[in-house]
């Protein structure tokens, strides 16, 4: 048997990112054997991952990317806030959400997709989940595409270029400057993530949304005491409001507090140098929707010294 020596674990440790002492018995289990030891790891790193699949993954990052006409966000998460900040797991953001772009925005496609590296995404972020010792999911993606136009990109909070805690996509229609378009794309974006529209333009409200807002707004009425015409018109006034800090095309532009966004496309024409439309928006906050479990970090200190 070869001997194991430190320049061999040294080698290992480059080839896989495996911790020292993983990389020195893959190398003893395997006889000093450097690729026997890679695909060894490789195996111990896809049973770490699957005990670590079920904690909760709600941190990370978000990713953008952009590509002319076509523009990809995605959302990976992690346990913790610390590994937004290691090199390895931006690397990994960075790395699918570029693939999204030519890939779609199907995560299982997403996942299987060739990485960079080599193999697919999902065995990087296996490797990845062994040498960093968290659960981390792929958890979404989307792509937005324009025939002719452009797709700008904004994240908040972030933490290197294209990957931070909240990101936003913007499509544009034109067949103006695509310089002028992404700068305009870029204000609109921020203004979306500042404040969350839940859809386009009015026609988009989701129904339900609509009639459940319609319910409250009414019996909020009601309950003044006023006759039932007063009424019917305070709920239309409320909708309408509704809709001025909810819809995107009917909100006042946060910029300057007086524009709706609806004006500031149809007033750019004039810069860009051709009719612009805002077709769509995409708008991801990191970790939204997952129901993140509360803990009591003393019962857990306890509880490991009783173990």
């Known amino acids: 048997m070869a001997e ?29 054997d450097i690729e026997a030891a890679v695909d060894w790891l490789r195996k111990k790193g896809l049973a770490a991952a699957a005990k670590k699949a079920g904690r909760v993954a709600a ?7 952009a590509g002319g006409a076509v523009g990809a966000m995605v959302e990976v998460n992690s346990e913790t806030d610390f590994v937004a900040r290691n090199d390895a797991f931006q690397d990994f953001v960075r790395n699918v959400t570029k693939s999204a772009l030519s890939t779609g925005d199907d995560v299982a496609a997403l996942a299987a997709a060739a990485y960079p ?16 010792g968290e659960n981390m999911t792929l958890r979404r993606a989307v792509v937005l595409k324009v025939s002719a136009g452009a797709v700008a990109t904004y994240v908040h909070s972030s933490v290197a270029p294209g990957l931070g805690k909240i990101g936003v996509l913007v499509a544009l229609e034109s067949t103006g400057d695509v310089e002028k378009l992404n700068a305009l794309g870029r204000q609109i974006a921020m203004h979306i993530a500042a404040t969350n529209p839940i859809s ?6 989701d129904p339900a949304a609509l009639t459940r807002e319609k319910a409250i707004l009414s019996e909020q009425a009601a309950a003044s005491g006023k ?23 009917e909100q006042v532009y946060v910029v300057d507090g007086e524009t709706r966004i609806k004006d500031v496309v149809a007033k750019a024409a004039a810069d860009v140098g051709a009719p612009v439309k805002l077709v769509a928006f995409r708008r991801f906050g990191l970790g939204e ?18 173990a």
């Open 117 to 132: 590296t080599g193999g697919t995404a999902t065995e990087a972020l296996t490797a990845l989940v062994a040498k960093i």
């Open 200 to 205: 386009l333009d009015i026609a988009s409200v």
């Open 227 to 249: 006759p039932a015409a007063v009424v019917e018109k305070m709920v239309e006034g409320r909708i309408r409001k509704f809709y001025e800090e909810s819809v995107l095309l």
């Open 4 to 32: 194991i020596t430190a320049a061999l674990v040294k080698d290992l440790r480059e080839k896989s990112g495996a911790g020292m002492m993983d990389c020195k018995r893959a190398l003893t289990e395997n006889g000093g």
């Open 59 to 65: 941190e990370g990052l978000i990713g953008v990317a």
């Open 289 to 306: 929707g997952i129901e993140k479990k509360e803990s009591d970090f003393a019962a857990e200190v306890a509880a490991q010294l009783k």
